[in-house]
């Protein structure tokens, strides 16, 4: 994940593709963006008659942003409405737990609260799938300052609606309490999977080939764009960003999607990675991560890391150099993972995966192989809590 500056919010983009304007969730982004604009206005103006959350009370806050979402898993024996949860898993069972802080993880400066709560219920999702397991249930908790009106949490859960609706999820818990400043929200991923297929990282092997699923960088070059047309937002508030170029880049970033069809697609054709990982913080932070737990070195080659040609062109115009940014940008939520060399014929040829090196003995390290094929050592410099900002 990448560090965000604490802004006012102010900007919220429009997105234009073909001419046409569009919601990166679904709908007409021209009517939504309206509806943005209204709630920027409704954070900012205190005398506006908005719904205060303390006239709801916390648990009637609860039952009021919950009661529209219903049970579709037989292991989730009870939800919502008692002291706990109560989940029957069959076979092992997997939990994952992250934390966004505004001003941190997020801006809302251009961060759409549905996009919000969609990414957030992703970012959790990905580690299920990165553990070669199936989501079954959320738990989601917020903390908000006074300045968030009902109407604004309301907007936040119907992302987590959309993403618990469209990746087969249950809400099963969670808590609600305030801030002092700003919103955090932290959601806990629930999954399971059978004892054999569970992928750890620790299994990978010298001479397992590395593999990552879909393309790297474009959620790093969407932030760029989104920090750049918010600095022009804020010396003209008149301005409206044409964003039609950047469309794929910048929906990377506000929405990206947990890649549930790896694990399905892997079973399909009976493929069990040695080792397995999402990458949130940067490909070669993640191939670090396996090196480590597997206690095996890599070969990583530059030419087959797989760019969208938006990464590569939004690279030239920010003249930044594009394999530092598919090594380095974080937040794409691929899966990175190995696989015995016998496997090889099984994936060969498959558009959602790219073989991109292998895996060597610890003794010869981690490496970036260049276009003129010189080693470079890896290191990470992807995404880091506690660096001083």
């Given at each position: 994940m990448l560090v965000y500056p604490t802004q006012k919010m102010v900007f919220?983009?429009?997105?234009?593709?073909?001419?046409?304007?569009?919601?990166?969730?679904g709908g007409n982004l021209k009517?939504?963006?309206?509806?943005?604009?209204?709630?920027?206005?409704?954070?900012?103006?205190?005398?506006?008659?908005?719904?205060s959350l303390e006239t709801l009370g916390e648990f009637g806050l609860i039952n009021h942003l919950t009661e529209h979402f219903s049970l579709q898993h037989k292991s989730s024996v009870k939800g919502i409405g008692d002291d706990?949860?109560?989940?029957?898993?069959?076979?092992k069972t997997i939990v994952t737990t992250d934390l966004l802080i505004e001003g941190v993880h997020f801006d809302l400066s251009y961060m759409p609260l549905k996009h919000l709560g969609y990414k957030a219920v992703m970012v959790n999702l990905s580690d299920v799938y990165a553990m070669n397991a199936t989501a079954t249930q959320i738990t989601v908790s917020i903390a908000v300052s006074n300045r968030f009106p009902l109407e604004a949490l309301e907007e936040l859960y119907s992302g987590i609606s959309l993403a618990c609706?469209?990746?087969?999820?249950?809400?099963?818990?969670?808590?609600?309490?305030?801030?002092?400043?700003?919103?955090?929200?932290?959601?806990?991923?629930?999954?399971?999977?059978?004892?054999?297929?569970?992928?750890?990282?620790?299994?990978?092997?010298?001479?397992?080939l590395l593999v990552v699923s879909g393309d790297l960088g474009g959620a790093y070059m969407g932030l760029q764009v989104l920090e750049r047309e918010k600095e022009v937002f804020n010396v003209n508030p008149n301005s409206q960003p044409d964003l039609e170029h950047y469309t794929y880049i910048v929906e990377r970033q506000l929405k990206p999607e947990a890649r549930k069809d790896i694990p399905e697609l892997l079973k399909a054709i009976a493929v069990k990675p040695t080792a397995m990982i999402d990458i949130s913080d940067g490909l070669s932070s993640e191939i670090l991560h396996l090196c480590k737990n597997s206690v095996v070195g890599c070969n990583l080659f530059e030419d087959k890391l797989p760019l969208d040609p938006t990464v590569i062109s939004a690279c030239e115009e920010f003249n930044l150099d594009s394999t530092l940014?598919?090594?380095?940008?974080?937040?794409?939520?691929e899966l990175l993972f190995t696989i015995d060399q016998k496997d090889f014929d099984h994936i060969k040829g498959n558009p959602h995966l790219t073989v991109i090196g292998h895996m060597?003995?610890?003794?010869?390290?981690?490496?970036?192989?260049?276009?003129?094929?010189?080693?470079?050592?890896?290191?990470?410099?992807?995404?880091?809590?506690f660096n001083s900002r």
């Open positions: 919220i983009p429009s997105f234009r593709y073909n001419g046409v304007h569009h919601y990166i969730l009517d939504c963006h309206a509806n943005y604009l209204y709630f920027c206005s409704m954070l900012e103006d205190k005398k506006q008659d908005r719904v706990a949860a109560v989940i029957m898993h069959s076979q609706e469209k990746y087969k999820v249950d809400l099963v818990g969670g808590d609600t309490t305030s801030s002092q400043k700003g919103m955090l929200i932290s959601i806990t991923a629930i999954g399971e999977a059978d004892e054999k297929e569970i992928t750890y990282r620790t299994g990978a092997k010298p001479n397992d940014v598919a090594l380095s940008g974080g937040e794409d939520y060597t003995d610890a003794s010869m390290g981690a490496h970036l192989v260049t276009r003129g094929d010189t080693k470079i050592p890896l290191t990470a410099q992807g995404w880091n809590s």
